[in-house]
C-alpha cells in the first residue's frame, strides 16, 4: 500500500498577476511538471467573454438556504433505482420519474441547480414541456454531467481514471446551447488501493482541464474529486488523503488558468471508512470537513456543495437525515463559503419509495422530495433540527451493484 509520503509537498509559489488566480497559493511545480510560461498569449483571451456570467451563475447556485438535486444518474444507475420499485428501465419511466422531480411545486424555494444526465438534458416531461425550460421557471439552474465515466488507470494498484476530454469542447459548447449553465465532472480516489501519487495526479490534472474546457465554453465546473468510502480505515486517515488531494487539485486549476470565483466545489464529507468499527458524529465529520476546507479551499471559491462519499460497490450509509445533520453541523460557524448540499439519494431515496410508480402516488412522493429538499435548506442555514422525520429517512440509504 502506498503511503502519504508520496504525495508532493514543497514550497508555495505566486502566479503571474495577469492570471486570474492572483495570489492564491499552493506549492512549486515538480521538475516532472511542464511549466507554462507567463509571457505567452493567455488562455484567458477565449475565456474572458464568459467571465462575468460564470461568476454571475456561480453566485446564483450558491444562494442562502438552496442546493444542488443531482439527478445525473447514468441510464443504468437509474434502471436499478426503478428496480427497486419494480419498474422497467425504459426511457417512459425514466421520463416519469424525472418529471415527477422537476415539476414538484416550490422546488426552487430549496434548490438552486439541477445535474442533469445527457438524455434528460435534451428530454421533455410527460406534458411535452422541456425538463430545462421547467427548471429554469423554477429558478433553478440546468446543469449536465460531462465526464464519459471511470476506467482503470494502468500503472496504478487496481485504481481508476477519469475519462472524456477527448470532444469535450464541442459536447460543452452544444450543452450550453441546450441550455446548461454548469458542469459536473467526477473523478475517485480509493483509499485501500494507496492511493498512488499517479492516481492522485491524474484525477487533479484530469479536473483541471476539464474545469477549464468548462470555463472556456460558458460552462461552471463542479469539482469533484470524491474520496470513496471504501476501507477499514478511520477518519484521520481519511482526512489525511483528502488534504494531499486537494493540494494537488489546486495546484492544477492554477496551472491550467481556472477562474476560482467561476467554479464549485463538491468534496466529500470527510468521514471512516465504510467498514471502520468507529463511527463518527455530526460534529466529528462538519469539524474535520471544515478543517480540511479551511487549510485547502481559497475563500475566492464562491460554493462548497458537499457530497456524501460511497462505496465503489455499495452505495449509501448514511441515511437522509444523517446527511442532512451533518451539513446542518457545518453550519454552525461562521465560514468565507458557501457551504450546501449536492445530494442525489439523499433528497430522492423517499421520494422515489413513495412513489412506487404509481401516478396517484405523485404528489405524496414529490411532498417528499419537497420536505428533504426543506429539511436540507434549513441544515444549508444551519436552523435544521430534525423534529418530524419520518422512519424511512432515517434508513441508511443502500443501492446494491452501484453504478456511476
Same mark, same amino acid.
Given at each position: ?7 508532493? &509537498? ?11 488566480? /492572483?495570489?492564491? *497559493? ?10 507554462? !510560461? ?36 447514468? !441510464? ?34 430549496? #434548490? ?6 445527457? @438524455? *434528460? ?6 406534458d411535452g414541456k422541456k425538463i430545462v425550460d421547467v427548471l429554469v421557471e423554477q429558478g433553478i439552474v440546468p446543469g449536465i454531467k460531462t465526464d464519459k465515466g471511470l476506467v482503470p488507470l494502468a500503472g496504478s494498484n487496481d485504481e481508476s481514471w477519469c475519462q472524456g476530454l477527448d470532444g469535450l469542447a ?16 467526477? *473523478? ?18 484530469? +479536473?483541471?482541464?476539464?474545469?477549464a474546457i468548462s470555463q472556456d465554453n460558458g460552462l461552471v465546473p463542479i469539482v469533484e474529486p470524491e474520496i470513496l468510502l471504501d476501507g477499514e480505515h478511520g477518519i484521520d486517515r481519511t482526512f489525511e488523503v483528502a488534504q494531499a488531494v486537494w493540494a494537488e487539485v489546486f495546484f492544477y486549476l492554477a496551472?491550467? !488558468? ?12 470527510? *468521514?471512516?471508512?465504510? @467498514? ?16 480540511? +476546507?479551511?487549510?485547502? #479551499? ?5 460554493? #462548497? ?8 460497490? +455499495?452505495?449509501?450509509?448514511?441515511? @437522509? ?31 422515489? /419509495? ?21 429539511? !436540507? ?7 435544521? &433540527?430534525?423534529?418530524? @422525520?419520518?422512519?424511512?429517512? /432515517? ?10
Amino acid at each position: 500500500m502506498a503511503s502519504a509520503s508520496l504525495f508532493k &509537498t514543497s514550497p508555495a509559489t505566486i502566479l503571474d498577476k495577469s492570471e486570474w488566480v /492572483k495570489g492564491q *497559493t499552493l506549492r512549486q511545480s515538480p521538475l516532472s511538471v511542464v511549466r507554462f !510560461n507567463s509571457t505567452a498569449p493567455s488562455a484567458l483571451a477565449v475565456r474572458a467573454s464568459y467571465a462575468d456570467e460564470l461568476v454571475k451563475t456561480a453566485k446564483t447556485i450558491a444562494t442562502p438556504g438552496r442546493g444542488i438535486l443531482a439527478m445525473d444518474e447514468s !441510464n443504468a444507475t437509474c434502471g436499478k433505482r426503478l428496480a427497486s420499485i419494480g419498474l422497467e428501465n425504459t426511457e417512459a419511466n425514466r421520463q416519469a420519474y424525472r418529471t415527477l422531480l422537476v415539476s414538484a411545486p416550490g422546488l426552487g424555494n430549496y #434548490i438552486s441547480g439541477a445535474i442533469l444526465f445527457e @438524455e *434528460t438534458l435534451y428530454q421533455s416531461t410527460v406534458d411535452g414541456k422541456k425538463i430545462v425550460d421547467v427548471l429554469v421557471e423554477q429558478g433553478i439552474v440546468p446543469g449536465i454531467k460531462t465526464d464519459k465515466g471511470l476506467v482503470p488507470l494502468a500503472g496504478s494498484n487496481d485504481e481508476s481514471w477519469c475519462q472524456g476530454l477527448d470532444g469535450l469542447a464541442s459536447r460543452s459548447a452544444a450543452y450550453y446551447q441546450q441550455g446548461a449553465r454548469f458542469a459536473k465532472w467526477r *473523478t475517485v480516489v480509493s483509499i485501500p488501493n494507496g492511493p498512488s501519487a499517479l492516481a492522485v495526479k491524474e484525477a487533479a490534472w484530469g +479536473l483541471a482541464r476539464y474545469a477549464a474546457i468548462s470555463q472556456d465554453n460558458g460552462l461552471v465546473p463542479i469539482v469533484e474529486p470524491e474520496i470513496l468510502l471504501d476501507g477499514e480505515h478511520g477518519i484521520d486517515r481519511t482526512f489525511e488523503v483528502a488534504q494531499a488531494v486537494w493540494a494537488e487539485v489546486f495546484f492544477y486549476l492554477a496551472s491550467n !488558468n481556472v477562474l476560482f470565483e467561476g467554479i464549485l466545489l463538491k468534496p466529500s464529507m470527510v *468521514t471512516p471508512g465504510a @467498514e471502520c468499527k468507529e463511527r463518527a458524529t455530526p460534529d466529528q465529520v462538519a469539524d474535520y470537513t471544515l478543517k480540511l +476546507l479551511q487549510r485547502r #479551499i481559497p475563500p475566492a471559491v464562491p460554493g #462548497i456543495m458537499a457530497s456524501i462519499p460511497k462505496n465503489s460497490f +455499495l452505495s449509501g450509509g448514511q441515511s @437522509e437525515v444523517e446527511a442532512t445533520l451533518n451539513l446542518n453541523a457545518m453550519n454552525q460557524s461562521p465560514n468565507p463559503w458557501h457551504v450546501s448540499f449536492s445530494y442525489a439519494r439523499a433528497l430522492q431515496n423517499t421520494c422515489l /419509495k413513495t412513489w412506487g410508480g404509481r401516478p396517484e402516488n405523485v404528489k405524496a412522493a414529490q411532498d417528499a422530495l419537497l420536505q428533504r429538499a426543506s429539511s !436540507n435548506s434549513l441544515a444549508q442555514l444551519g436552523k435544521y &433540527t430534525g423534529e418530524g @422525520e419520518s422512519e424511512e429517512a /432515517k434508513k441508511g440509504m443502500f443501492v446494491k451493484g452501484y453504478v456511476y
